[in-house]
C-alpha cells in the first residue's frame, strides 16, 4: 500500500500518465470531474491535457479505457483547444477503441468523433473513419460505417461530405464480412435519405441482388425531406429555430430553406470519379478516322463511343478529337458514322459538361447545317447531340451561330432549328433570356411562322410559345407586334402546353408550376445526365445545379417581375407604342377624295384652287386653312384634303405666297388630322421639292416636321432622304439632311435606320456641292450625340482630308449629351412615348456594333498560315502573326469564324519568345475589339490561356496580358470567364506573379457584377492559400480581394470553406473574413453591364435611356400620373437598381422631405482626424494609377458621415446620369453652403478625381465646371488648400490636361491657374513637373506650357527644387520625338529666358548640340530682351491670370488683392531662396501653407477699401528721391486715409504692408514711407500692433529681393537700391524706438530679421555702392536697436538658433557666424540689466538643443575657438547673475540628466563657488581679454593684411575701416612698424582717414563689429542663383537625418508656441533621437506666426489651420544626403572614424 499512497498525491495529469493502471482509473475519474468542473471553455488549465487525450482513450487497460473514453468525451465538449487534438484522438478510437469487444466503449468512441464533429472537426474525423474502412479488422470497419451513418443522420449531407463514402461504397459491398455488408446497405439508405436519385449511377456496378435489395429498402424511405437534427456549435442560431419549430409542431417551412440549399449541392455527376480517356484513345485513332474505308472509320468511332460512355470525364484538350467528330458529322458520306458521331460528341458534351463549352461554337454550326438528313436516327442523334451541347454553353455563345442557319433554304434544317431554340428556351429562365437575345430569335422566328412548309411553321410556333412562357408576355409581345391574331392566338396556345425544366416561375403567369417531367424531345437526353435532368425536375421544385449556374440569383423570387435583371435594357414594354397605333389607310380615288373634301369645305374654295389668278388661288387658300383650323380630328378627311391640295397645280405653283399657304396647311392637317403615310405619300414629294426654295424652305420644312411627328420620324426621315438623293437638286439635298439634323435632335434617335441614312450620307459627302458636304458633316455629328465613336467606323476609308472634318465636328461634339426629345411623344400615352423612345435608345446602341459590315476572315486564315505561326524559326512565327495583324486590321470588324487561328494563338501564347508572346497578346486584343460581343466563344480556349500568361515574369508582358485580358472581359462579361473550373484551376497555380494578377483583376471586376456563377466558389480555397502565400504581394491582393468574393458568396459560404484548413491557418483566415465582412461592399445597384462597352457620348448606350427615364419620370410625369408610376415602377425597378426597391417611387414621393435638407454636414474636425488616419496610414493613401475598389468605398465610407445619404448614392451610381446630377446640384449648393464645403474639400476633390478616370466626356466637363466655380470661391475665402488636399487631387487634375478635347484642355489649363490662388505656385511646380514624365504627349506638352507661365508669372523662384534642376529637366523634352513637346519645351525655355536673361545657358547644363542649336534659334526668333524683369514679376501675375481666364478677372477686384497676390509671392520667394541661399538654410520642416501670412492678408472685401486704395497710392513722391536718409515729402497727407478708414485699419494697414514687399521699388518705397509716417505718430502708431511680425516678414523679404534680384539686374539704377535700403533701415529703426512694438516680434521673425541683416552687412556690392558705408552704418545701428529693444528672450533664443544655423552650415561664411556671436556678446553684456525680464526656462532650452547639435568635441572641431567661448561666456553670465538658482529652470528639459547643459551648470556653479573672490570682474572684459589673447598670436598677419587692403585702390575705405576698428578694439596695439617704412603722404592720409571715421561714428551706437571685414577675404560671395544648396539638409557629418529629428523639432517649436504636446505621447523621448548628431532645430517664422496671424481669420479656420500645422510634420528632406557632393564625399574614413570618436564618447 505504501506504493499507492506514492501516487495518490501526484497532481491529476501526472496520474493520467503513471504506469498502474489504478493511478491512471483514479487520474482519469478525476479529471472528468475537473472537466466537468471548469465553467471557462479557454481557461488555461484544458491546455495541460492537450498531449494526455489520446492516451486516455488508448489506454491498454480496458477498465481504464472505459473511464479514459468518458474524460474525453467531456473534454472534447467543454474545452476549447479541443479541435487540435481531433486526428490523434480519433485515429487513436477508430484503432483502439471500435476493435473493444464491450459495446460502451465502443459507444463511448462513436459519440466522441460525433462531438469532433460538433466543434467543427468533420473533416478531420471523417478522414480517419474512412481510412478506417481499409483496417483488416471487420469489426473497426463496420463501427466506422455505423458511425458515419450516424453522423449523416445526425448532421446531414451539408456537413458530412458525401462525395468520398459514396467512392468506398461498391468497395464495401463486396466485403467478404456479412456485417460489413448489412452496415454498408444501413449507410446506403441513409445516403439515398439525403440525396435520393443521385445515388443510382455510382452503386450501378454493384451485384444485382444487393441493387434489389437497396431498391427494396429505398421504395420505403418516407418522401419527406430529412432534417438535420444535431448542430454545429456555429449553428448554434438554426438549431434555436429548429427546436422552436418542433414545439410549434414541426412546421416544415423553416427547415424548407435549408433544404433548397442543400439540394443543389448534390448532383449524381459530382460524385462520380473522372475518367481519363484521352490517352486510352486507340493509338491509330486518327489515321483511322481519316481512312477510306468507313468500316475502319467505324471502329474508331466506336472505340471512342465506348470511353464517352463514362457519365463523367477528366477535363482536358480535347480540340483534335472534337475536331475529327466535327468533321465525320459534316463531311461523311455514310449516314450511320454520322449518327454515331453525333452520339460520340453527345457523349463527350455529357461527361465534359461546362467544360465542353469551349468547343461548342464549332460543332453547333455543322450540326445544325446536316439537319437536312431525313433518316429518323440521325436526325436523333443530332438532336442529342446538340440538346447535350447546348447544355454546356449559354445560348447568348452560340446565338450567333443558330441565327445564321435561320435562313437556311432547306426547310428540315429551319424545322430542326427552331424546335432546337424551343428545346434551348425550356432551359432558360428570364434572366438568362434577355431582350437582346430574344430580339433577333423572334424576329427568324416570325420569318419562320410565316413559312411556307406546314413542318417549319409549327416548329417555329412551338419555339415562340415556348419564349412567351418563359420571357413573359411584357418581354416578349413586342416583338409580335405585327403577328396577327389567329398566329398570335396559336402561340398563346403553345405557350400553355409547354412544360419548362425550371418549374414555371417567371413573372409573366402569377401562378408558380412545379418543373413537371420534361415530356417530348428532351427526355431523349442521353446518359445519366438527362436522367438527372428529368428526374431532379420531377422530385424537387427548386432550381437545379445548371439553374444557379445560369441564375446565381437562385430562384426568382414571386413577385419579381418578368423581366429580371441583367437586360441593362429598357423596362418592359406594355405599350400602346407607335407600332400598335399606326393608322393604315387605303389609297382613295381622286374622285372620292373630291367628293369628301367637298363635304368638309366651302365650295367656292374647291372651284378656284386651281383657277388662272394667283389672288384667287390665295384667297382659297386661306379659306382652305380656317375650314381647317375648325374641324374636328374625328372628321377630318386628311387624305382627301392633301390630294385636293396637290391637285393641279398643286406642287408647281408658282407665286410663293399662296405655296407658303399650301405647305402651312400640310402641316396643319397633319398636326390636327388622323395622318397617315398613305396620305403623307401624295405631298411629301413636293415637300422635298420646296425644302431648298428660299422663301418657302421653312414652311416646307415646318410641314415635314408635322408629318414625322403625325408618322413617326424613323419613316418619314427615309422617305425624305431618299427623296432628296433621287433629285439633283444639291439645295434640296443640304436642306433636307440640315432638317434631319434638328428633327432628330427634337424626337430623339429612336428606331432610325443609322444603315440607310449612312450610305445616304456617304453619298452626301461625296457631293461636289460643298453645302451638301457640310450639312452631311454636320447631320454625323447629331447622329454622334446618339451614336458616340463607333459612328465613325463607317467612314474610316473616306478621304483624309474629309475625315479630318468629320473628326473635327465630332469633336465639338464631345462633350455634350444628347438633348431630351420634345416631339414625337404627344400622340401616344406618356408612359408609351418615354419607353419607346427608352427601348429604341437601347437598340441604337447595340445595333450600332451590329451594323457594323463585319467580314469573315475564315478564308483567309489558311493552314499555310497556321503553320508559319507554329514554324520552328521564331522570325517565320512572327511573320505569321504580323499577316494575322494585317489581316484582322483590314478587316477592321470580323465575323465569329477564324477557323484554325485560336489553336495557333494559342500555341503562342507560351513561346519562348518573349516578343512574340506580347505580340499574340495584342493580336488577341485586336481581334476582342473586331469580333465584338462574339468573342465570347472563345473565352475558354483563348482568354484563360491569357490568364496563364499573367503569371509571367515579365512585367511588360504582364501588363499586356492584362490589358488583353481587360479588352476581352469588356466585350464578354465576366460571367464567361467566371463560370467553370478554368479560373480556379489558374488561381491554383502556385505561381505569385499569377496570383497576384489576378486576384487584383478579379477585385476590381467582381465589384462590378451583380451575380456570379456558383463555380466562384471553387476559387475560394486557393484564395485562402494566397492569403497564406510566401509572397507579402499576393497576401495583399488576396486580403483585397476577400471582400469582393464575401459580397457574391456571403460569410456563411466562405467561412464553411476554411473547414478543410490547418487549424492555425483558420483562426488567421477567419479573423481575415471577419475583417473582410465589415468592409464588405454592397452589390452593385445597376445590371452589370454598367460600363461594358463606352461609346463615348452616349457612354454605355445600353444604360443610359434607364435612368434617363427614370429621371424623365422622376421629374414629369410622376405627379401628375401617380398609377402610370405604380406600373412603372415595377418594371423598371429591376433594371435600374437592386430589386426591390421601387426605384421611381421614392425619389417623386420623397423629393421634398428627402433632398431639403443641407448636403454637406459639417462634421467638426471631420477633416482633421481624414488627415490623421491618413498620415497613420490607419486608411489607404489616396494615391493609384487607377481607382481601385477599395479606394472608392473608403472614400464612400468617408462621405457617409458629412455628405447628404441621396447625393451619396447619387455619387456612387454606376451610372455616368447620376454624376451629373450630383454635379448639378453641388453647384447649386456651392455658394450657400461654402463652409460644408470647405469642411469637405478633401473629399469632395477626391470624389472629383475619381470622375476623372470616368471615360464619359460629358461627366468630366461638368466636373471642370464645377471646379472652376469651386476654386473661385475658395479664392474668394481666402482658403488655402492642404498638402493633403493638394497631394490627392492635382496629380490626378494634371493627367487632364493631356485630354484630345482641347475644351477639356483648357478647362483643366484654367483650373491650375485658379490653383495658385489657394496653393503656392512653388508648390504646384514639382507636381506639374512630374505631369511632363507622363506618357501622353498632349500632356507633356501641355504641363511644360503651364510650367513656362509659372515662371514667368512668378519668377524663377517657383522652380523646385532648384532652378537648375528644373530647366535641366525642361530641357530635356527638347529632343522629345512629338513636335508640340518640343515646341512647348522650347517656348517654356525662352519664357525663363525672358525672365532670367542669359543665366539661363547655365542652369540648363550641357545639351546636346542639335538641340542647343534649336534653343538658341527659338531665343533669336522670340525672345523678349529680359528688361528689369524681375521686378516686373510679382505685377505681371494678374494680368497673366486675366488673360488666361476671362472668369478669373472677377476675382481680382481692384488693386487691393492685386498687391496682395503679390505679398504671397514674396513670401514664397523668400521661403524658397531662403532655403537655397545656404547662409542659412532653412530646415526642411516648412509649414504646409508656407504663406501663412496670407490669413491675414488683405481682407479688403469691403467697398471702402477698393474704393480708398488709388487714393493712397497717388500721392506725388518727387521729394522721396532725394538721397535722405529718411525721406520727409509731403506724406503727411495720407494720414487722414488712416482716419478715415478707422473702421477698417487692419486691413488697410494689411495692404499696405502687402506692397512693402512688392518687386517694384518704388511702390516699397512709397509703404514703407507710409508706415514710418504711422509709426512716427505717437497717437496712430499702436494701430500697427498686431502687425509687426507680418510687417517685418515683408521687409525681409524686401531685403532678400533686392540682394538677389535688384542688385543682381545691371540695368537697375543703383540709386533706386540705395533709397529702398534707407527707407527700409529708417521705418524699421523707427519701429524698434518703440519698445511696446519692438517687442511684438515673435523669435522666428526675428530670426529671419538677423539672418537678413547680417547678410546685408557682409555684402561687399553695398560697399561699392556710392552710399554703401551709410547703409552700413545705418544697418550697425539698427541692429543695436533691435538687440536693445525687442523682447529679450525672443531675441536671444533667434540668435541662438541662428548661431546653430550658420555652424551648421557648409556653405555658410564664418564671418556671418562671427557677427551673430557678436551680437551674442552684445546680448551678454545687457544681461546684468534684463536678467530678470528673461524666460530663461527658454533659453536654457536653446542652448541645450545647441549643445545636443554641437557637444563639446564636436565645438572643439570648429576651425575656430569663438563659438565655444560665447557659449561658456553666456552660461557664465547666467549662472552668475542667477547662482544656484539657475537649475530651478531646466523645466522645459526632458531627461535633464543626459544633457551636458545640466553638468557644465553644475561645475560652473562650483568654480563660481570658489572663486567669487576673482571673477568679479566685468564680462566685458572678460570677453574681450579672450578676444586678445586669440588675436595677439595673429596681430601682424592681421596688420599687414589691412595695411594691404588700405594700399589697394579699390579696398582703401574698407581698410582704413578695419583698421579703425582694431585700434580701437587693441588700444595698445602698435601700428608704427607698418607706418614707419611708408611715404610721409600714406601716413597722414591713414591718419586723416581714421579721424574722419571717428567723427562719423561719433553719437552712433557701436556694435562690436567691424563694417569693412570683407567676405572678400574668404572667398567671394556668390550670387543666389549659381550657389544653390539642397533644401535637404544632411547634418555636417553627411549622415541622413531620421524623421525622430523632424518630430522632435516639431515638439520644440510646439513648446516654444505655447502649444502643448500632450498628443504626442508616442513620441521617442529627445534624447534618443538627439544621440545622433542631428540637426538644428529652427523656427521659420511662418511657424512662429501661425498663432499671430490667424486673428484675423474666423475662429473656425483659426482651430483648423493651428490644428494641422502644428501636427503636420514635412520630411521632405528625409533620404536626401548633403547637397554638397564634395563636402558629402570628402574622405568617408574619415567621417566613418569621427563618427565613432563620437559614439564612444557618448557612452
Known amino acids: 500500500m505504501g506504493d499507492d499512497s506514492e501516487w495518490m498525491k501526484l497532481p491529476i495529469d501526472q496520474k493520467c500518465e503513471h504506469k498502474l493502471w489504478k493511478a491512471r482509473l483514479n487520474g482519469y475519474e478525476e479529471a472528468l470531474k475537473l472537466f466537468q468542473k471548469i465553467d471557462d471553455e479557454k481557461s488555461p488549465e484544458w491546455s495541460k491535457y492537450l498531449g494526455l487525450i489520446k492516451k486516455f482513450v488508448t489506454d491498454s487497460n480496458a477498465v481504464a479505457q472505459l473511464k479514459g473514453l468518458e474524460a474525453a468525451l467531456a473534454y472534447v465538449e467543454n474545452a476549447h483547444v479541443a479541435g487540435k487534438t481531433t486526428g490523434e484522438v480519433a485515429s487513436g478510437v477508430v484503432n483502439k477503441v471500435f476493435n473493444q469487444p464491450k459495446a460502451r466503449a465502443k459507444e463511448l468512441g462513436e459519440d466522441i468523433c460525433l462531438m469532433y464533429i460538433e466543434i467543427e472537426k468533420g473533416e478531420a474525423v471523417q478522414e480517419e473513419l474512412l481510412k478506417g474502412l481499409d483496417n483488416k479488422n471487420p469489426k473497426i470497419i463496420v463501427a466506422c460505417i455505423e458511425t458515419l451513418r450516424k453522423a449523416l443522420s445526425e448532421f446531414g449531407s451539408k456537413i458530412i461530405s458525401l462525395k468520398p463514402i459514396i467512392k468506398v461504397l461498391p468497395k464495401l459491398f463486396e466485403s467478404r464480412e456479412k456485417a460489413v455488408r448489412d452496415e454498408a446497405k444501413l449507410l446506403a439508405v441513409e445516403i439515398y435519405r439525403w440525396i435520393r436519385d443521385a445515388l443510382r449511377p455510382p452503386l450501378q456496378n454493384i451485384n444485382s441482388v444487393q441493387l434489389k435489395e437497396l431498391e427494396e429498402e429505398w421504395i420505403k424511405v418516407s418522401s419527406a425531406a430529412p432534417k438535420q437534427t444535431r448542430f454545429l456549435r456555429s449553428q448554434q442560431e438554426l438549431k434555436a429555430k429548429f427546436e422552436q419549430q418542433q414545439g410549434l409542431g414541426g412546421d416544415a417551412d423553416g427547415g424548407d430553406d435549408d433544404e433548397e440549399e442543400a439540394v443543389p449541392q448534390v448532383d449524381a455527376y459530382e460524385l462520380l470519379e473522372a475518367v481519363e480517356i484521352l490517352s486510352k484513345l486507340p493509338k491509330d485513332f486518327y489515321e483511322k478516322i481519316e481512312a477510306k474505308k468507313w468500316q475502319e472509320r467505324k471502329e474508331a468511332l466506336e472505340a471512342v463511343e465506348l470511353l464517352v460512355k463514362n457519365p463523367k470525364l477528366e477535363s482536358g484538350d480535347y480540340a483534335d478529337l472534337v475536331k475529327a467528330l466535327k468533321k465525320v458529322v459534316g ?44 433518316k429518323p436516327q440521325v436526325v436523333q442523334a443530332l438532336q442529342e447531340a446538340i440538346d447535350a451541347i447546348f447544355l454546356t454553353t449559354t445560348l447568348q455563345n452560340i446565338s450567333e451561330d443558330i441565327l445564321a442557319v435561320m435562313d437556311n433554304k432547306n426547310p428540315t ?12 428556351f425550356r432551359h432558360c429562365t428570364p434572366s438568362t433570356l434577355p431582350k437582346s437575345l430574344l430580339k433577333p430569335f423572334c424576329a427568324a422566328l416570325l420569318k419562320h411562322i410565316n413559312d411556307s412548309a406546314p413542318e417549319v411553321r409549327d416548329a417555329g410556333f412551338e419555339a415562340l410559345g ?19 391574331k389567329l398566329k398570335l392566338d396559336r402561340i398563346k396556345e403553345c405557350a400553355e402546353k409547354v412544360e419548362l425544366v425550371y418549374g414555371k416561375k417567371a413573372g409573366g403567369a402569377a401562378e408558380k408550376k412545379e418543373g413537371k417531367p420534361i415530356t417530348g424531345k428532351t427526355t431523349a437526353l442521353p446518359g445519366p445526365a438527362g436522367d438527372k435532368e428529368t428526374k431532379d425536375a420531377a422530385t424537387k421544385p427548386g432550381p437545379l445545379k445548371k439553374a444557379s449556374v445560369a441564375k446565381p440569383g437562385g430562384p426568382p423570387k414571386k413577385g419579381k417581375p418578368a423581366t429580371a435583371a441583367g437586360t441593362g435594357g429598357a423596362g418592359p414594354k406594355g405599350k400602346k407604342g407607335p407600332e400598335t397605333k399606326e393608322i393604315f389607310e387605303s389609297e382613295l380615288s381622286i374622285e372620292v377624295c373630291e367628293e369628301k373634301a367637298a363635304a368638309v369645305l366651302p365650295a367656292s374654295c374647291i372651284q378656284q384652287l386651281d383657277s388662272g389668278n394667283w389672288k384667287e388661288r390665295l384667297a382659297c387658300m386661306e379659306e382652305f386653312q380656317k375650314a381647317v383650323e375648325l374641324m374636328e380630328r374625328s372628321e377630318m378627311p386628311c387624305q382627301a384634303l392633301v390630294r385636293m391640295l396637290a391637285k393641279k397645280p398643286g406642287w408647281k405653283e408658282t407665286n410663293f405666297q399662296v405655296m407658303q399657304m399650301k405647305l402651312h396647311i400640310v402641316a396643319l392637317i397633319a398636326q390636327k388630322g388622323n395622318f397617315s403615310k398613305t396620305s403623307a405619300q401624295v405631298v411629301l414629294d413636293g415637300l422635298v421639292d420646296k425644302v431648298g426654295d428660299v422663301k418657302c424652305g421653312t414652311n416646307a420644312k415646318e410641314a415635314m416636321t408635322a408629318i414625322a411627328e403625325a408618322c413617326q420620324l424613323p419613316w418619314t426621315a ?29 424626337f430623339g434617335f429612336s428606331g432610325l435606320n443609322v444603315k440607310a441614312f449612312i450610305s445616304n450620307v456617304k453619298t452626301a459627302l461625296a457631293a461636289t456641292n460643298p453645302a451638301v458636304r457640310t450639312s452631311a458633316i454636320t447631320l454625323l455629328g447629331v447622329m454622334y450625340l446618339y451614336v458616340g465613336p463607333s459612328l465613325r467606323m463607317f467612314f474610316e476609308d473616306e478621304k483624309p482630308a474629309l475625315l479630318s472634318q468629320i473628326d473635327a465636328e465630332f469633336e465639338k461634339m464631345q462633350g455634350q449629351t444628347a438633348p431630351a426629345p420634345t416631339r414625337g411623344i404627344s400622340r401616344h400615352s406618356v408612359g408609351g412615348g418615354d419607353d419607346g423612345e427608352e427601348e429604341e435608345q437601347e437598340e441604337v446602341g447595340n445595333d450600332v456594333v451590329d451594323l457594323l459590315p463585319r467580314t469573315d476572315i475564315g478564308d483567309k486564315i489558311t493552314a499555310e498560315l497556321v503553320s508559319k505561326i507554329g514554324d520552328k524559326n521564331w522570325k517565320i512565327r512572327k511573320e505569321g502573326l504580323d499577316e494575322v495583324t494585317s489581316i484582322i486590321n483590314e478587316a477592321k470588324f470580323i465575323q465569329p469564324n477564324i477557323g484554325e487561328l485560336p489553336a495557333a494563338l494559342k500555341g503562342r501564347l507560351n513561346d519562348s519568345n518573349k516578343i512574340l508572346v506580347q505580340q499574340t497578346l495584342s493580336i488577341l486584343q485586336q481581334l476582342a475589339t473586331a469580333m465584338g460581343p462574339n468573342i465570347k466563344q472563345y473565352v475558354k480556349n483563348l482568354g484563360i490561356p491569357v490568364i496563364t500568361v499573367l503569371g509571367d515574369s515579365k512585367n511588360n508582358v504582364r501588363a499586356a496580358a492584362l490589358a488583353t485580358v481587360n479588352a476581352w472581359a469588356e466585350q464578354t462579361g465576366m460571367k464567361e470567364w467566371l463560370e467553370g473550373e478554368d479560373l480556379s484551376e489558374e488561381l491554383k497555380k502556385e505561381n505569385p506573379f499569377l496570383r497576384q494578377e489576378l486576384l487584383g483583376w478579379l477585385a476590381e471586376k467582381l465589384p462590378a457584377l451583380r451575380s456570379v456563377p456558383s463555380d466562384l466558389l471553387l476559387c475560394v480555397p486557393h484564395l485562402y492559400s494566397c492569403l497564406e502565400d510566401r509572397n507579402g504581394d499576393v497576401r495583399k491582393k488576396a486580403q483585397d480581394a476577400l471582400p469582393f468574393f464575401m459580397m457574391h458568396l456571403g460569410f456563411e459560404k466562405m467561412a464553411k470553406a476554411t473547414g478543410k484548413l490547418k487549424p492555425t491557418s483558420k483562426d488567421q483566415v477567419l479573423a481575415m473574413l471577419e475583417k473582410a465582412k465589415a468592409n464588405m461592399p454592397a452589390k452593385p445597384a445597376p445590371p452589370a453591364k454598367a460600363s461594358s462597352r463606352g461609346v463615348g457620348g452616349a457612354a454605355p448606350a445600353k444604360f443610359q435611356p434607364a435612368s434617363a427615364f427614370a429621371d424623365d419620370l422622376g421629374s414629369n410625369t410622376m ?23 421601387k426605384v421611381l417611387s421614392k425619389p417623386s414621393l420623397k423629393e421634398d422631405d428627402d433632398k431639403s435638407g443641407p448636403i454637406f454636414i459639417i462634421v467638426p474636425n471631420g477633416k482633421e482626424q481624414r488627415m490623421r488616419e491618413e498620415k497613420a496610414l490607419k486608411v489607404l493613401k489616396w494615391n493609384f494609377t487607377t481607382p481601385r475598389d477599395e479606394y472608392i468605398e473608403q472614400l464612400k465610407t468617408q462621405m457617409s458621415t458629412c455628405v447628404a445619404k441621396w447625393l451619396q448614392d447619387e455619387m456612387f451610381h454606376a451610372d455616368f446620369q447620376h454624376h451629373n446630377k450630383a454635379l448639378s446640384v453641388m453647384i447649386e449648393h456651392l455658394e450657400s453652403e461654402k463652409d460644408g464645403v470647405i469642411s469637405c474639400l478633401d473629399l469632395i476633390l477626391k470624389w472629383l478625381t475619381l470622375r476623372f478616370f470616368d471615360t464619359n466626356t460629358s461627366v468630366l466637363m461638368k466636373a471642370l465646371e464645377y471646379l472652376k466655380l469651386l476654386f473661385n470661391l475658395l479664392s474668394q475665402e481666402e482658403y488655402h488648400l492642404t498638402e493633403n488636399e493638394a497631394s490627392s487631387f492635382i496629380p490626378y487634375l494634371i493627367l487632364k490636361v493631356g485630354e484630345p478635347k482641347d475644351v477639356i484642355r483648357k478647362d483643366v489649363r484654367a483650373i491650375l491657374n485658379r490653383m495658385c490662388l489657394i496653393y503656392p505656385a512653388s508648390k504646384m511646380f514639382p507636381f506639374i513637373m512630374e505631369g511632363t514624365k507622363s506618357k501622353n504627349s498632349k500632356q507633356r506638352a501641355e504641363c511644360l506650357e503651364e510650367l513656362g507661365c509659372l515662371v514667368e508669372s512668378y519668377g524663377m523662384n517657383v522652380c523646385q527644387p532648384t532652378p537648375g534642376k528644373a530647366l535641366k529637366e525642361m530641357a530635356t523634352h527638347i529632343g522629345d520625338r512629338d513636335n508640340t513637346v518640343r515646341n512647348a519645351a522650347l517656348n517654356t525655355i525662352v519664357t525663363v529666358y525672358n525672365v532670367h536673361g542669359d543665366q539661363v545657358f547655365k542652369l540648363i547644363g550641357n545639351l546636346s548640340e542639335k538641340d542647343m542649336s534649336m534653343l538658341e534659334e527659338r531665343i533669336k526668333r522670340s525672345a523678349k530682351r529680359p528688361s528689369s524683369a524681375p521686378v516686373r514679376q510679382a505685377e505681371e501675375k494678374p494680368q497673366r491670370t486675366q488673360n488666361m481666364s476671362a472668369n478669373a478677372s472677377m476675382m481680382r477686384k481692384g488693386q487691393a488683392e492685386d498687391m496682395s497676390s503679390k505679398l504671397k509671392i514674396m513670401y514664397r520667394t523668400y521661403r524658397i531662396q531662403n532655403r537655397n541661399m545656404g547662409s542659412h538654410p532653412e530646415t526642411t520642416h516648412t509649414v504646409p501653407r508656407e504663406f501663412q501670412l496670407d490669413l491675414d492678408e488683405i481682407e479688403n472685401d469691403n467697398g471702402t477699401v477698393r474704393c480708398e486704395m488709388p487714393a ?36 488697410t494697414i494689411n495692404f499696405v504692408i502687402s506692397q512693402v514687399a512688392s518687386g517694384d521699388i518704388n511702390t516699397s518705397i512709397q509703404a514703407l514711407t507710409q508706415i514710418d509716417e504711422v509709426l512716427k505718430q505717437e497717437d496712430k502708431a499702436e494701430a500697427m500692433s498686431g502687425h509687426i511680425d507680418q510687417f517685418l516678414i515683408a521687409t525681409f523679404m524686401q531685403l532678400r529681393l533686392i540682394y538677389n534680384t535688384h542688385m543682381a539686374d545691371e540695368k537697375l539704377d543703383k540709386d533706386e537700391i540705395v533709397r529702398l535700403y534707407s527707407c527700409i533701415i529708417g521705418s524699421m529703426i523707427t519701429l524698434f524706438q518703440i519698445e511696446s512694438l519692438a517687442r511684438e516680434a515673435s523669435t522666428g521673425v526675428l530670426k529671419d530679421l538677423m539672418h537678413g541683416l547680417i547678410t546685408l552687412m557682409l555684402d561687399s556690392r553695398v560697399e561699392d555702392l556710392e552710399e554703401g558705408e551709410q547703409v552700413i552704418r545705418s544697418v550697425n545701428l539698427l541692429v543695436v536697436k533691435v538687440l536693445e529693444k525687442s523682447d529679450q528672450t525672443n531675441i536671444l533664443s533667434a540668435l541662438l538658433v541662428l548661431l546653430q544655423d550658420s555652424l551648421l552650415a557648409t556653405a555658410s561664411s564664418p564671418k556671418f557666424s562671427e557677427l551673430v556671436m557678436k551680437c551674442l556678446w552684445r546680448m551678454v553684456r545687457l544681461l546684468p540689466e534684463t536678467i530678470n525680464s528673461i524666460n530663461l526656462d527658454r533659453i536654457l532650452l536653446d542652448i541645450h538643443i545647441f549643445m545636443k547639435v554641437f557637444p563639446k568635441e564636436k565645438l572643439k572641431q570648429c576651425k575656430s575657438e569663438f563659438p565655444i567661448r560665447t557659449l561658456k561666456t553666456l552660461l557664465h553670465t547666467l549662472c552668475k547673475l542667477k547662482g544656484p538658482k539657475i537649475l530651478d529652470h531646466l523645466t522645459m528639459i526632458d531627461n535633464k540628466n543626459e544633457s551636458e547643459l545640466e553638468a557644465h551648470l553644475c561645475r560652473l556653479m562650483k568654480h563660481t563657488m570658489e572663486q567669487t573672490g576673482k571673477a568679479d570682474k566685468d564680462t566685458e572684459k572678460g570677453a574681450s581679454r579672450i578676444e586678445e589673447k586669440a588675436s595677439k598670436a595673429k596681430v601682424n598677419d592681421i596688420l599687414a593684411e589691412i595695411f594691404k587692403k588700405i594700399g589697394s585702390k579699390e579696398n ?9 576698428e582694431y585700434k580701437k578694439k587693441y588700444s595698445d596695439a602698435d601700428i608704427e612698424p607698418f607706418l614707419k617704412n611708408s611715404s610721409q603722404f600714406f601716413q597722414s592720409y591713414v591718419e586723416r582717414g581714421l579721424r574722419l571715421i571717428e567723427t562719423e561714428r561719433e553719437g552712433k551706437g557701436r556694435i562690436a563689429t567691424s563694417t569693412g571685414i570683407s567676405p572678400q577675404m574668404e572667398g567671394t560671395c556668390v550670387p543666389a542663383s549659381t550657389h544653390t544648396v539642397s533644401s535637404s539638409i544632411g547634418n555636417t557629418n553627411g549622415e541622413e537625418v531620421g524623421p525622430s529629428v523632424y518630430l522632435e523639432r516639431l515638439k520644440i517649436l510646439r513648446q516654444r508656441c505655447g502649444l502643448d504636446n500632450a498628443k504626442q505621447e508616442d513620441r521617442p523621448p529627445l534624447t534618443s533621437l538627439l544621440s545622433k548628431p542631428t540637426l538644428p532645430t529652427v523656427a521659420s517664422s511662418t511657424d512662429m506666426l501661425h498663432s499671430k496671424l490667424s486673428q484675423l481669420r474666423e475662429s473656425r479656420e483659426q482651430y483648423q489651420h493651428l490644428d494641422l500645422d502644428s501636427n503636420q510634420t514635412h520630411s521632405s528632406g528625409i533620404g536626401t544626403t548633403l547637397a554638397s557632393p564634395s563636402s558629402a564625399a570628402a574622405n568617408i574614413d574619415d567621417l566613418k572614424k569621427r563618427l565613432e570618436r563620437i559614439k564612444s564618447s557618448r557612452k
Open 331 to 374: 463531311k461523311d458520306t455514310n449516314v450511320m458514322l454520322v449518327a454515331l458521331a453525333a452520339k460520340c460528341l453527345a457523349g463527350l458534351a455529357t461527361g465534359l459538361r461546362k467544360k465542353f463549352g469551349q468547343y461548342a461554337g464549332h460543332v453547333v454550326p455543322t450540326i445544325l447545317e446536316k439537319f437536312k438528313e431525313k
Open 413 to 424: 434544317i429551319k424545322q430542326q432549328t427552331s424546335l432546337f431554340i424551343a428545346r434551348s
Open 466 to 484: 415556348t419564349a412567351l412562357k418563359v420571357a413573359g408576355e411584357k418581354a416578349v409581345n413586342p416583338f409580335l407586334a405585327d403577328v396577327d
Open 718 to 746: 427615309e422617305q425624305v432622304v431618299a427623296t432628296a438623293f433621287s433629285q439633283k437638286n444639291p439645295k434640296n439635298q443640304s436642306e433636307t439632311l440640315n432638317w434631319l439634323s434638328n428633327a432628330i435632335k427634337e
Open 1119 to 1141: 405627379e401628375s400620373k401617380p398609377d402610370l408610376k405604380k406600373a412603372k415602377a415595377g418594371g423598371l425597378s429591376s433594371k435600374t437598381k437592386v430589386q426591390g426597391k
Open 1512 to 1547: 493712397l497710392v497717388q500721392h506725388k513722391l518727387d521729394d522721396i528721391f532725394e538721397p535722405v536718409l529718411i525721406p520727409e515729402p509731403k506724406i503727411r497727407a495720407v494720414s487722414p486715409h488712416f482716419d478715415d478708414m478707422h473702421s477698417n485699419t487692419a486691413s
Open 1852 to 1860: 582703401t575705405k574698407e581698410g582704413l575701416a578695419e583698421l579703425y
